[in-house]
């Protein structure tokens, strides 16, 4: 949200062969690569410290619940992430096996089937609610179903945005329950450097999570796998 940040574009930014980096962000968000942290791993230094800041601004605290929908390249990332926070239950749902099968090989609790998720939900609460819902995909429409997921007094993130000029949650809802509602767009220099932290110590494990490695005259490939859902991660070398 820094306006100086936002003034600082990288040119011609990303899927080029060279990219011309200004000197701040050299500064405050160039860190020098560790023998032990393959180039593939770091490239998650990005989306990973987008994820930092959303678990930080869900206010989640230890011993809490979480569901993150869409578990894919980034909902595993806010798996494990949450975990780290001290989540007791991290539950993951999506409608595609794959990607349900993808958060359970990070630590998620998932329903084998998408209507099992109520119960799981009410299992893992004592039929409260999660404490917090974390939502991926979906855009606006998501809302009234993640609202009926979360416990009175819980939270409600967007991590990403969509399609939806209104939120369908009456206030009446969102008052009474006492609901908050967050969001979050990107990220700060000091959650890259704990992000990359993170991945140099292996504490968050991105294994498995590239599903094609494309060079960058291939590029269009790769934007049509994931257009289709087809792909976790696109990995394109310049």
Request: hydrophobic residues 45%; proline residues 6%; charged residues 20%.
């Amino acid at each position: 949200m820094c306006r100086h940040f936002k003034r600082i574009n990288l040119d011609p930014g990303g899927f080029a062969e060279l990219v011309r980096v200004p000197a701040p962000n050299v500064e405050h968000a160039a860190f020098r690569l560790p023998p032990e942290l393959s180039e593939e791993a770091a490239s998650f230094t990005e989306p990973l410290a987008c994820c930092l800041r959303a678990v930080k601004r869900t206010g989640l605290a230890p011993g809490d619940t979480a569901l993150v929908v869409g578990p894919g390249s980034i909902g595993c990332l806010l798996v494990q992430l949450v975990t780290l926070a001290g989540a007791s239950t991290v539950l993951g749902d999506d409608v595609r096996p794959e990607r349900r099968a993808l958060g359970r090989s990070v630590g998620a609790r998932v329903a084998d089937d998408p209507a099992g998720l109520d119960a799981l939900v009410a299992r893992v609460s004592a039929g409260r609610g999660v404490d917090c819902v974390v939502t991926t995909a979906g855009g606006a429409a998501a809302l009234p179903v993640a609202a009926a997921r979360v416990r009175d007094g819980g939270t409600l993130h967007y991590f990403a945005g969509g399609a939806g000029e209104s939120l369908p949650l009456g206030l009446a809802a969102l008052y009474h329950r006492e609901l908050t509602i967050g969001s979050t767009y990107s990220s700060s220099p000091a959650e890259l450097a704990e992000a990359f932290e993170l991945l140099a110590r292996g504490r968050v494990r991105v294994a498995g999570l590239i599903s094609h490695r494309l060079p960058l005259a291939r590029l269009g490939e790769g934007i049509e796998l994931m257009g289709r859902h087809e792909a976790v991660k696109v990995y394109v070398t310049p």
